[in-house]
């Protein structure tokens, strides 16, 4: 069992639409990283968050950490064809330098 | 881009062979580590290293043995390769700032054990 649970495990929507991606756990996290992954390459960071309630905007993503600093969002505005991608999540525990990743979130977007 | 090379980058072996991949950065970050990637399970940690012969196991360390004897070089060995440790392996590094430090990953090693 992973201590991060994201939902939707696929997501296929058209080009303009909105969504949001959901990262929960029963465990508190003391910061909250967002990746994106393309085929055939390695996750490459989003934004990090780390205090409960934090919202950050990066263009059309929008990510939310709990005010319990037990779950996550991300929310993507008019999506794109670029926005295509396995999106995870990893939540650092008290030790500081481990990350615990999510099951991730496979998003296509058709054109 | 963060200079992370893994190798090799595709591997097939068979079941009970020894398997070592290799991690090798030009960034000086302390901190290195291995996960896998397997469909529905994200990325799963495995082992990882917080300096020269320091490292310490992650979820999913059973099978997996490590060593890092210079900075730049984090080694994963699979002592018998077994069916279920086919996947895709990546190395990360980290320069350690404390909860928010980002993780860089290399290109990944994808290994089938037959």
């Known amino acids: 069992t992973q201590l991060l649970e994201q939902s939707p495990q696929f997501l296929s929507i058209q080009e303009g639409e909105n969504l949001t991606v959901y990262c929960n756990s029963s465990s508190v996290f003391s910061s909250l990283q967002w990746y994106r992954q393309e085929p055939g390459e390695g996750p490459v960071l989003l934004v990090t968050v780390v205090t409960g309630g934090e919202v950050k905007k990066l263009k059309r993503l929008t990510f939310q950490f709990g005010d319990a600093r037990k779950d996550s969002s991300l929310h993507i505005t008019a999506a794109q064809p670029g926005d295509t991608g396995l999106y995870l999540c990893?939540?650092?525990?008290?030790?500081?330098?481990?990350?615990?990743f999510g099951t991730g979130t496979s998003l296509t977007v058709i054109p | 881009d963060a200079g992370i090379t893994q190798s090799p980058r595709h591997k097939v072996t068979e079941t009970g062979t020894p398997v070592t991949l290799r991690c090798h950065q030009t960034e000086n970050h302390r901190y290195m580590y291995w996960y896998r990637q397997d469909p529905g399970h994200g990325l799963r940690l495995i082992h990882y290293?917080?300096?020269?012969?320091?490292?310490d196991k992650g979820e999913v360390s059973d099978g997996y043995s490590v060593s890092r004897s210079k900075t730049e070089d984090f080694l994963l060995t699979l002592e018998s390769a077994t069916s279920s440790q086919t996947s895709v392996y990546f190395c990360?590094?980290?320069?350690?700032?404390?909860?928010?430090?980002?993780?860089?990953f290399g290109e990944g090693s994808r290994l089938t054990v037959l």
């Open positions: 290293s917080y300096g020269v012969k320091d490292t």
């Open positions: 990360a590094i980290s320069d350690g700032s404390r909860y928010t430090g980002e993780l860089f």
């Open positions: 990893a939540g650092a525990k008290d030790t500081g330098n481990q990350f615990y």
